[in-house]
């Protein structure tokens, strides 16, 4: 029989129950004891989800990372925080998010603010984790009392366990050396510890541990293929069976490397990788191994074809016998949780779908089906075909006339009429902006009254006349307090939108949309991707009356406020019928109508937020020239209709992308502005050689921190970006929206934020 397990479960709940009783405790309004127990029974909830599985991960719950926990467990502590006392919880959210409970922090003379970890995003998904800091003097020491703990609960309550940890290969590479050290030099002090962790998981009676290693699907030089050699010979000895999972792409050049490590099991990404690629590694892998087969989307929610699975992995299984594992392909934090608490999501796409409990079932029917023959599920096969011939055939998927839309593109779409420095000089006449212009990302803080107004909207206690006069006084609130602050290009702050994916989807056709369907992003951050199921159109203007209302509240410029086409394609659940290029092109020319629109409405600066694009990046450099060509194309689709006149900004967070540097200018944005604050302008380094041609706004403003940044601070980095761009090139500005703050958070940090750019301005004539 083929053992049918599991590589992680959502942790969030399926009603944002941990995002809540995380917020309650960083707010002093709860006890660690309080959150530490509500912990353990969403743990235990979720076990019992996956009753019925051979295998069920035991380890895979954070409160913030699991990154950071990985980092906690190997005792790697950042040094700001290592002199700390009290409950490790405090410490483990200060490295998080910059300070832990209200008034723990405030109340302890010794215990205040320090600077968050750095984020950026696991691999090519929308999932941030703290980045794990190194250095020629890190030390490392074992502290495995979190995941013991969740052990024993997984035992008590009758879990046949399978703990899951990053693996040493994967923690080294997706962390930061903060020196000039060779982070591959600290492998040797790094593996004692793996080992005395697998010898405590033995000792419990642990007979398998999941590694996760997915650096395997990406490139990797003689150096790093040597270090898994030596990680996996160093643990070879270990009293556990090892499983090491690699998942997100295909093995390609490293098969032989995987194939030969001397575990007792591996993982491969049979969705996101190829089939093809999985025979082949089956050749290699020695007859004695465990093969797991992830042949469930774990990362999108349609529907699995099953009958198409069985086709392939029945003869598989007669090959491979009791060696044989089926699994989805990564874990299921990157899905909602149940379907079927929508009931008013539309009936027709909800048929197509399958959320994380959901791909449980089906992977019990593909047990059931292996081990009993189709026979003893073909009601439930039958079912799967016909609800996957009916969205085949679906004229609700498919309209000819964006297709055609989208066969007629050409080059000259995404062309400006000039080039930028031409451009320059008519934007700068028109605007009239002081050296370092001051302006923010976009949004401001969702207070109560408009959460509670959008919930009373949506819930008909409140008709469309009292919504939009909400909405109006709270964008009026917004535009005083920015002319208040002295800021120089303003925003509406976006009181309307309840998310910047979804509140366009919801205005475009061929788009669907879920109640609960959320998914962690980060914390207690959790987003709700619309569903694109079919083809995309534009059936009206989306944004250009509030931004019109917004501009007639203030003599100053007012900025129109899009989401790009490549982040609304990558913060999606995108139909897997049709190349993404494809519908993101469709979404390009949905976008470029609004740019048009708002610019034939006198909104003379406008900025499509692409903050996803770097994260759409294939996970092999070889791959990536292809993606880059055409997610560039699609963003000057919809950005390049305009007049020389008018300027086009454009915004990218959390995410590394020096190596993109040369397709990022080609998307030829009058001005970028990106997140610098946590990596202390390291993004920056990318302009020491490449003479970036625009204008660019360097964060100065860690907003996913509470902490309100000095002005020193803010002049500071402002000082390092003008060591590699030109002063006039220069604007100042957060790392991202403040939607998630609160206004007496912002309003301090904002006027340290303009004063610091008065003193630069001032530093400047002098």
Partial sequence: MSTIHNLGFP?????RELKFALESYWKGESSGEQLKSFGAGLRKRHWAHQQGLDLVPVGDFAFYDQVLDMSFTLGNLPERV??????PLDNYFRVARGRSAKGFDEHSVCCGGVAAGEMTKWFDTNYHYIVPEFSSATQFKLDASR??????????????????????????????AKDDSNKLELLTRLLPIYSELLDQLAAKGVEWVQIDEPILVTELDADWQYAFNTAYHHLKTARVKILVASYFGQLQDNKHLAANLPVAGLHVDAV??????????????PGHKVLSIGAISGRNIWKTDLNNVLDWIEPLAAQLGERLWVAPSCSLLHVPVDLDSEDQLDVDVKSWLAFALQ???????????????????KDALDANKIALDVRRSSPRVNHPKVQEAVAKIDAQLGQRENAYKLRAPKQAALLNLPTFPTTTIGSFPQTPEIRQARSQFKAGRLDLVGYQRAMRAEIERSVREQESLGLDVLVHGEAERNDMVEYFGEQLDGYAFSQFGWVQSYGSRCVKPPILFGDISRPRPMTVEWSTYAQSLTQKPMKGMLTGPVTILNWSFVRDDQPRSVSCKQLALAIRDEVLDLERAGVRVIQIDEAALREGLPLRRSQWREYLDWAVESFRISANGVRDETQIHTHMC????????????????????????RSDMELLDAFDHFNYPNQIGPGV?????????????MVELMKKAALRIPVERLWV???????TRQWAEVLPALTNMVSAAKRLRSATIS
């Fill in 147 to 176: 995941l013991l703990e969740q052990l024993a609960e997984a035992k008590a309550q009758g879990v046949n366990a399978k703990p899951v940890i990053i693996g040493p290969v994967t923690y080294l590479s997706i962390g930061k």
């Fill in 359 to 377: 791909k449980l079932d089906e992977l019990r029917v593909l047990g059931k089906a292996l081990s009993q023959g189709r026979s003893s599920v």
């Fill in 654 to 677: 959390y995410s590394e992308f020096n190596d993109i540097i040369a397709s990022i200018a080609d998307m030829d944005a009058d001005v970028i502005t990106i997140e610098t604050s």
């Fill in 82 to 87: 290592q002199g700390f006392h009290g409950d």
């Fill in 272 to 285: 996101n990788g190829s089939r093809e690629d999985v025979q082949q590694f089956i050749g290699l892998l």
């Fill in 733 to 739: 500005n957060p790392d991202c929206g403040l939607k």
């Fill in 701 to 713: 403003y860690d907003i996913h921190s509470p902490n309100i940044p000095a002005e020193e601070h």
């Fill in 11 to 15: 942790r969030i709940g399926a009603q």
